[in-house]
Each structure stands twice: as C-alpha cells, then as structure tokens.
C-alpha cells in the first residue's frame, strides 16, 4: 500500500514505493516468472486448464477421466509456446539496454 493514507509528505515515502515498485519489476518478477517453463512445460504434469466440472467426490479418477480433462492438441501447443516465452532469458542486463529510450 501507500503509506500516509495515500498521501506523500515526505522523501522517505516517496522512496519507499519506488523501491518497492522497481523490485517488484525486475527481481521477484524475474524469480516468479523465470521458472515457468519447467513447471508448465509438460501439460500433463501442471495443466494451465482443464476442461469439465471438478471432481465432486474423492474417488479415484481412471486414466480416461484425467485424459478428458486435458486441452486439445493446439490449446496444449499454445500453452507451451506462452510459459516458453515467458520464462525466456532477456540477454540485457537490468537498466542496460540496446535501444535508447529516452532522448535529450
């Protein structure tokens, strides 16, 4: 939240939400979306979807149950393809860029 009720009246709350807002968007972002790939990369094993109702009892599933559940085929590629580009390295370094973007 923003201290002061949402009022800035001194330096130290000013530089207590950019520090919170830079970290927020370079480290935990990069070490919440860094491992994605892994995790999500085989569908079968932490499926981003699932198609049809919960299980509304704790009986065991069959494995035709858990394969009805799954994506199709595309909606599976499709959800590689997003958990690979987004768990991909950036090769530039935090504040060091190959485009400039701001001009004097």
Known sequence: GVPGDGQLTNTEDLVSILTSIIYTCSAAHGAANG?????YGFPAGYPMLLRGAPPTTKDPSTD???LDTLPD?????RM?????SLSAEDPEKLGIYSEQFTFE
């Open 35 to 39: 491992p994605q790939y892994s995790e």
């Open 64 to 66: 035709q149950d858990i």
């Open 73 to 77: 085929r595309l909606t599976t590629l």
């Open 80 to 84: 590689m393809t997003i958990t690979r």
